[in-house]
Every structure is written in structure tokens, then in C-alpha cells.
């Protein structure tokens, strides 16, 4: 009798669509609803810094009493960069735990763990905004805007969480630990202080002026003001645009590129 010559072992088919994707996006989510801790934060910081701001400096800073309409656009970005920093964390934990290794045995798209940590930040972040500005109202706000300002509003929002997002997870990638992660990403929260967030870029002095002036975040808040309170918009939501893509595109080439090099050497 002839002896069968063994059969090659079939592969697993590679995982079709977006099955990765919201695989990983519902793996996030059930991670942040169990670390309620930074979602919980990432709400009372900003409201804090709100507060403080409108309280405590805004007599001095608007004697009226309208700084609560100029301030809320930038504290809408920083609700926005404190929750997005936690995913620097949750992407430096998946690297240095391993993880990694495993899902690199499973047919899927390497890029379904980033996109997932993104998409769940971006919902997270989202929620977080909606109850920034709901305090905010409480405490004063008014915004002019109808509709359509609103929706354009939100979409610059979602636009630019979606963009610091990536650029926190290629962070948690680089950094060699979740606390290094951490600390780098808590260096770019301190970039939308050098803007028009608080104060007017004119009553900085002239060498700040420059920077102010030329960084991503100060074009974004003047979007943002200007469809909430009906302030000249100008070129200003070209150049958010532009800055959000950039960032976008950068963050997500550094991303990938970290995740096959690290990961493939693991």
C-alpha cells in the first residue's frame, strides 16, 4: 500500500470588511467603560479649568462677564486633548503586556488595533464634549449659532479629536511604557495654551505673538468660535482643515510604520 502524502495546512481566511475594525473598536470600549476612572478626568479637568477660568480670571481677564463665550471654544479642545491622551496609554499598555503577539497570528489587518483604540477614543471623546458644553451653559454660555453652525461645529470637533487621536496612539506606540506615554503626551496639552484659547493673541507679547499664531490649534478655535458666536471667520477654517489633515496623515504613516516595526519584532 502507498502511503498518502500529507495534506498542506489550510489557512485561516484573512478576516473580510470591517469585522477587525469594530471587533477592536468594541474591545476599546468595554476597556474604557472598565477604566471609568480616565473618562471621569477627562470630564472634570476641563469643567475645572472652566470654572477657574471663568470665576476666578475672567473678571480680571473680561470685566463684562462674557469670558465664559470667548474661553469655552478652548476648553472644548483641551476636553478633547485630555481624553485623547489616554489612548497613548491604553496602545503603550498593548505593546508592553504582548499581547500584540497574539494578534499578529490572526489573519487581520495590523492597522484594525490602532483603528479600534481611535474610533473608541473619538466616541469617548465626543461624550465628553457634549457634557463640557451642557456645564457650560449652565454657567453661561451662549452661543448664536443655528443649525447648520452647530453641525459644523461638531464635525471640527470630531475632526480634530480624530486627529490628535492618532497622533496619541503612534505616541503610545514610540514610547517604550505606558508611563512614557503619558509623560509625552501630556507635553502636547500644554499647546493649546500658546493660542488664542484663553486670551486674544494680540495682548501676548510679540515674539509669543508669532507662535500663537502659527501653531495648529489657534485656527481650530477660531473655527470653532466663529460658528458658535458668529465672530469673522476669515481663512481660519482652511488652515483647521489643513492642520487636522496633516496631522491626521502624519500621525497615521508614523503609526503604522511604528506598529509593523515594533511589533514585528516582538
Known amino acids: 500500500m502507498t502511503a498518502l502524502a500529507p495534506s498542506a495546512p489550510s489557512l485561516r481566511p484573512r478576516i473580510s470588511g470591517l469585522t477587525a475594525e469594530a471587533t477592536f473598536v468594541g474591545r476599546s470600549l468595554r476597556h474604557s467603560l472598565r477604566d471609568g476612572e480616565s473618562l471621569l478626568m477627562a470630564i472634570l479637568l476641563p469643567v475645572m479649568l472652566m470654572l477657574l477660568f471663568t470665576f476666578v480670571f475672567g473678571g480680571a481677564i473680561d470685566p463684562?462677564?462674557?469670558?465664559?463665550?470667548?474661553?469655552?471654544?478652548?476648553?472644548?479642545?483641551?476636553?478633547a486633548g485630555f481624553g485623547?491622551?489616554?489612548?497613548?496609554?491604553?496602545?503603550?499598555?498593548?505593546?508592553?503586556?504582548?499581547?500584540?503577539?497574539?494578534?499578529?497570528?490572526?489573519?487581520?489587518?495590523?492597522?484594525?488595533?490602532?483603528?479600534?483604540?481611535?474610533?473608541?477614543?473619538?466616541?469617548?471623546?465626543?461624550?465628553?464634549?457634549?457634557?463640557?458644553?451642557?456645564?457650560?451653559?449652565?454657567?453661561?454660555f451662549r452661543p448664536t449659532a443655528g443649525p447648520l453652525e452647530w453641525?459644523?461645529?461638531?464635525?471640527?470637533?470630531?475632526?480634530?479629536?480624530?486627529?490628535?487621536?492618532?497622533?496619541?496612539?503612534?505616541?503610545?506606540?514610540?514610547?517604550?511604557?505606558?508611563?512614557?506615554?503619558?509623560?509625552?503626551?501630556?507635553?502636547?496639552?500644554?499647546?493649546?495654551?500658546l493660542s488664542s484659547a484663553f486670551v486674544p493673541v494680540a495682548s501676548m507679547p510679540t515674539w509669543l505673538q508669532w507662535i500663537a499664531e502659527n501653531q495648529p490649534v489657534t485656527p481650530i478655535i477660531e473655527t470653532i468660535r466663529g460658528l458658535l458666536m458668529g465672530t469673522p471667520l476669515g481663512a481660519e477654517p482652511w488652515w483647521a482643515v489643513g492642520w487636522c489633515a496633516l496631522i491626521l496623515v502624519v500621525a497615521f504613516v508614523w503609526g503604522s510604520w511604528l506598529f509593523r516595526r515594533k511589533a514585528g519584532r516582538r
Do not use: Q, W
Not at 489587518?109 to 451653559?137: E, P, Q
Not at 503612534?170 to 500644554?190: H, K, Q, T, V
Open 64 to 79: 463684562s462677564g462674557g469670558y465664559v463665550d470667548y474661553v469655552v471654544p478652548g476648553i472644548i479642545l483641551l476636553c
Open 84 to 140: 485623547a491622551s489616554s489612548t497613548a496609554v491604553y496602545v503603550a499598555g498593548d505593546m508592553k503586556t504582548g499581547i500584540i503577539d497574539r494578534f499578529r497570528t490572526m489573519p487581520l489587518r495590523a492597522s484594525a488595533v490602532l483603528t479600534g483604540h481611535v474610533v473608541a477614543s473619538l466616541l469617548r471623546n465626543l461624550l465628553a464634549t457634549a457634557v463640557v458644553i451642557v456645564v457650560a451653559v449652565l454657567v453661561g
Open 151 to 193: 453641525v459644523g461645529a461638531i464635525a471640527m470637533v470630531a475632526l480634530y479629536i480624530l486627529a490628535i487621536t492618532y497622533l496619541f496612539a503612534a505616541i503610545g506606540l514610540a514610547a517604550s511604557s505606558p508611563e512614557g506615554a503619558n509623560g509625552y503626551g501630556f507635553i502636547i496639552l500644554f499647546v493649546p495654551y
